[in-house]
């Protein structure tokens, strides 16, 4: 798979200028791909960590992944899922919803949820999707901002969409035909 077409390695480098001099502390190499069969177990036990009541269970990521109407990738690190996205395509539509969406907590804040989006973005446009859109708890401040940053607008709000009647925000996006280009 790392030599298909949708694979694509990523090199991260954390430096820390000394002296005029930089330092390597940690490299890191990042593959996204599609989210596969393979990818199944390690996809449901993130997803239960990160959505515990409100996680979709294995055979429900099982249908995801299979249905040609869904983008479903995943960050892979040295062998293991760091992270994945799923998007749902709404059929004769232009527009796509992110049913799921996680990195593993160690992982954050390395540009590895960017970088899925990113992919997400280009293999949207690629299948005519040019808007999409996503429900996250209001409470969830992380990634409001991290959706906020990424170019999402808050639409409105959806009193008790959680199980425990907790309120979500509904959120868009319009993509720009230059993530294509990056």
Do not use: W
Request: glycine share 6%; net charge neutral.
């Amino acid at each position: 798979e790392a030599d298909s077409p949708m694979a694509n390695n990523y090199s991260d480098r954390t430096v820390y200028p000394f002296i005029g001099l930089f330092y390597q502390v940690e490299e890191t190499s990042i593959v996204i791909e599609r989210a596969s069969s393979e990818h199944l177990k390690e996809i449901e036990e993130l997803e239960r960590d990160c959505f515990s009541r409100e996680a979709f269970s294995r055979r429900q990521i099982r249908y995801l992944i299979k249905s040609p109407s869904v983008t479903a990738l995943v960050a892979t690190l040295k062998g293991s899922v760091a992270g994945y996205i799923i998007c749902v395509g709404r059929r004769d539509s232009s527009s796509g919803r992110i049913y799921t969406f996680c990195v593993r907590p160690e992982y954050r804040r390395k540009k590895i949820a960017s970088r899925l989006l990113m992919e997400l973005e280009k293999e949207c446009l690629l299948k005519g999707i040019n808007r999409l859109t996503l429900e996250v708890g209001e409470d969830n401040i992380a990634a409001y901002g991290f959706y906020n940053k990424n170019g999402f607008a808050e639409l409105y709000k959806i009193p008790g969409y959680y199980s425990d009647g907790s309120t979500a925000l509904k959120m868009e996006k319009f993509i720009k035909e230059a993530v294509l280009q990056d």
